[in-house]
């Protein structure tokens, strides 16, 4: 059985001898394009020139926003040259309760922690009528399509990802939205991504030739719940916002 502590220990030492991000792989440069693009336009909605956001789990990535970024990540030589950071792991985030008006948690930083510890220090740091912006990677991913791993609610899995063999929570999306509703929170939006790039994967495609599929992710919304990659969640503390 793997523990939480592993997939915690091997994250450590995985990213503080790499990059988040790595060089020459189009598969992650599909994922980190899209989810930028969908993070600044939830942000557009959401952040105004007071709004205090938490970059969970950085990586230094940063955003075209109003607002005032915090970056916080377990490795300290992503965000140190930021004005404000935090180290530290989004299962106990050294934040006063309601304290910060958004919290970005993107590019997989979910599937190295405990999900339910994670859930539950968001709710407590955030605001009342505060947002998450959450993204995770699925097992409902078409990667495990006629595999007894498709739709589970939780599995460890294994990815080779920057020359470097990680160790990661894969979570059906049905399990991610009831831990959200155990904390009352509401989803507003959702957008998943890799969805023909994942099921042409699957059917052998190399990751290199099924990753600009991902551009059509837009137009397959409607049927990529069961193939998707990733999940990408806007999600409200309280209050609800008009349906897109
Ligand atoms: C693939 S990178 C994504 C970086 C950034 N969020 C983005 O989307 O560009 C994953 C990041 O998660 C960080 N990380 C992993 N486990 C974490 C945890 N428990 N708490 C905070 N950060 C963590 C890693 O150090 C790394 O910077």
Request: glycine share 4%.
């Amino acid at each position: 059985m793997i523990l939480q502590d592993e997939v915690s220990k091997t994250a450590v030492e995985n990213y503080n001898s790499s990059t988040p991000w790595p060089q020459n792989d189009i598969w992650h440069k599909h994922t980190f394009n899209a989810e930028k693009e969908i993070v600044e336009k939830w942000l557009s909605i959401v952040s105004s020139q007071n709004t205090l956001i938490l970059n969970a789990g950085s990586g230094g990535s940063v955003y075209n926003t109003e607002g005032t970024i915090v970056h916080l990540d377990i490795i300290e030589k992503y965000i140190k040259h930021f004005e404000k950071y935090l180290v530290g792991s989004i299962e106990e985030i050294d934040l006063p309760a309601e304290s910060v008006d958004v919290i970005i948690c993107v590019g997989s930083v979910l599937n190295y922690a405990d999900a339910q510890r994670a859930v539950s220090e968001f709710y407590r740091i955030l605001k009342p009528n505060g947002f998450l912006i959450l993204e995770f990677e699925r097992s409902d991913s078409a990667e495990f399509l006629c595999t007894t791993n498709h739709g589970k609610d939780i599995f460890t899995n294994v990815y080779y990802y920057n020359d470097q063999k990680h160790l990661l929570w894969l979570y059906s999306e049905r399990h991610i939205r009831q831990l959200l509703r155990q904390f009352h929170f509401k989803i507003v939006r959702c957008k998943r991504i890799h969805t023909l790039s994942s099921l042409l994967n699957r059917i052998g495609l190399s990751e290199a030739k099924s990753a600009p599929f991902s551009k059509l992710d837009k137009i397959v919304q409607p049927i990529s719940y069961p193939f998707s990659h990733n999940t990408l969640f806007l999600v409200s503390k309280t209050l609800s916002i008009k349906k897109q």
